[in-house]
């Protein structure tokens, strides 16, 4: 390790203390110094306008073609001038001269002109052979990437990536100050604490959730996601003083690619022990094995060797233990959404749209635990969600809050409940046809859409296994020849299409205005299962498991099974 404090090349920043070794790289604590010279290195990188430094050099905002030698250097040059201008600015007026620096921060990022601080990752060498200096070189690559095309308040944030002559690539990343989750379940275990309360952990999941539902929007998969690559912002001093500190998650390391070390493998999908690539799917699982080792305070197998743990990972029986067997004060519906995101089988487990919306709906309602708040209490907070909801036109979520609310009303007295019913009647009265366009769209999904979903599990489940992907009693059958050909029972293949398609025209004939963006998601999701069925029956004629008996295939003809 090298003695610092140290400087990286033209004095952009100065390295003062090392924190820690992080996936593919040294973490250090680090001072801006020559600001000029980064705002140059982030538009010589295509990602800042030159324009901004006075120089009239296109901008492509990172799409175009590289900048040529005669650009790069155009841009440097510029750039020492402004850091000898600042230096000189300084001498004669400080006050002045911080403004300056100030507004070269802010080319870089808002944030950094409140909240200078900084950490440099700079890359690993590594004492192995050619082979895990590339891979680590990989590894830093590919986390810098993406965080590159992410911002988000619950993502570090990635400022820039430099060259260093000495030390290769250094990214120099937002600095958080605040423990890990990974240091907090641990210090409470420890200490004899016990595991983190409810309420936080619902917290956390709501943000994380949210966090990657961005990410995945933007094409970026997490891979590496763990308690350890989650850090809390310590509140600031006014947070402490006021007792409401906000608790802000902050995500990294992503698209590193994993680790093999015991403490990450237990968070690894089953999928990815298997030799598969990074998903969604993989993301969702290491999320609901985050929340159950912060629920309970225990991983999900004993830290065994590493072979030992990939073993129980890809053995078919279940988890070992359920949420509420270590933490039975768990209400139900929060033990659902954990054990729904960290289900062994990809094609069971929720995607990370579902579990959005359960965390959602959890955290509005506060029910983490069987003695969470009154049902009037709970009810005021889904009515309050639904008056917000219907504010922005998504109906379809204003009514879902209203419909819980409703069920949380029921037993509550009149005379405890009087002023909460009456909200809950001038909100049902006021946006009566939303709600009712609403139940039309539940109603197509319940009857078309959800028998669908369970359907396609079953036969993506087979083809999983290699088995036949339809029954010969799901196979349909002709009669006669030639013209007096009929079908005498349809395929299960047709009973999808039909319903499929029936959700479509159905969808059509409620107006979208009255429903909100779930609309589009409903005919999305009914167009999608109808590729899916098309694409799940080539495969079957792919491996000559055909869909018809007794007779010889013709087109395939749509229709319900009787």
């Known amino acids: 390790m090298v003695r610092l404090p140290i400087s990286l090349d033209r004095g952009i920043a100065v390295l003062e203390q090392y924190i820690e070794t992080a996936g593919a790289g040294h973490v250090f604590k680090a001072r801006l110094e020559n600001v000029p010279a980064l705002v140059g290195e982030l538009m010589a990188a295509g990602e800042a306008d030159p324009g901004l430094i006075g120089l009239n050099i296109p901008f492509a905002f990172g799409r175009g073609k590289p900048l040529d030698e005669e650009q790069l250097r155009a841009i440097r040059r510029r750039a020492d001038e402004l850091w000898e201008e600042l230096r000189a600015l300084a001498a004669r007026d400080a006050a002045l001269a911080e403004e300056q620096r100030r507004r070269y921060l802010r080319i870089i990022d808002n944030r950094l002109a409140s909240n200078p601080g900084v950490v440099v990752k700079v890359l690993r060498r590594g004492e192995g052979d050619g082979a895990e200096i590339r891979s680590f070189a990989a590894r830093f690559a590919r986390e810098d990437e993406a965080l590159r095309r992410l911002n988000h308040r619950n993502i570090l944030r990635r400022y820039a990536c430099i060259v260093d002559p000495r030390f290769g690539p250094c990214a120099v990343h937002e600095r958080v100050s605040g423990k890990t989750l990974e240091q907090i379940w641990r210090s409470r275990m420890e200490r004899g604490q016990g595991p983190l309360p409810l309420a936080a952990v619902a917290h956390v999941a709501y943000q994380v959730a949210h966090a990657l539902a961005y990410a995945h929007s933007q094409g970026v998969v997490h891979g590496d996601l763990r308690p350890a690559n989650m850090q809390i912002e310590e509140p600031t001093e006014e947070e402490r003083i006021s ?320």
């Open 243 to 562: 007792g409401k500190a906000k608790g802000i998650v902050k995500i990294s390391g992503f698209g590193a690619g994993g680790s093999d070390s015991r403490d990450a493998l237990v968070y690894a999908a089953p999928e990815i022990v298997s030799g598969l690539g990074p998903t969604t799917a993989t993301d969702v699982y290491q999320l609901g094995t985050t929340l159950y080792v912060l629920v309970t305070g225990r991983y999900p197998y004993e830290l065994d060797s590493p072979e030992r743990i990939r073993e129980q990972l890809l053995s078919q029986d279940p988890h070992p233990n359920r949420v509420h067997h270590l933490r039975p004060d768990i209400s139900s519906r929060f033990e659902a959404v954990i054990e729904a995101a960290r289900e062994k089988d990809p094609i069971k487990r929720w995607p990370l749209e579902r579990v959005v919306e359960a965390l959602t709906q959890l955290y509005a309602s506060k029910s983490f635990s069987l003695e969470s708040g009154t049902r009037t209490s709970i009810a005021e907070e889904l009515i309050e969600r639904a008056q917000t909801n219907f504010t922005l036109k998504d109906y379809y979520r204003g009514a879902e809050a209203m419909a819980l609310a409703k069920d949380f009303l029921k037993s509550v007295p009149i005379e405890r409940g009087g002023e909460v019913l009456q909200r809950y009647d001038e909100l049902s009265r006021r946006y009566e046809k939303q709600c009712k366009a609403v139940e039309s769209v539940m109603t197509v999904y319940r009857k078309h859409i959800a028998p669908v979903d369970r359907v396609m599990e079953e036969l993506y489940r087979r083809y999983g296994r290699g088995e036949p992907i339809l029954r010969d009693e799901e196979k349909g059958i002709l009669q006669g020849d030639g013209e007096q050909m009929v079908v005498s029972r349809r395929s299960l293949f047709d009973w999808i299409l039909r319903h499929t398609s029936d959700a479509i025209r159905e969808l059509s004939a409620i107006d979208p205005e009255m429903v909100g963006p779930m609309h589009r998601r409903m005919v999305d999701r009914a167009s999608s299962q109808e590729v899916a069925a098309s694409d799940l029956a080539a495969k079957a004629l792919k491996f000559g498991d055909d869909f018809i008996s007794g007779q010889p295939r013709p087109p395939a003809r749509r229709g319900r099974p009787r």
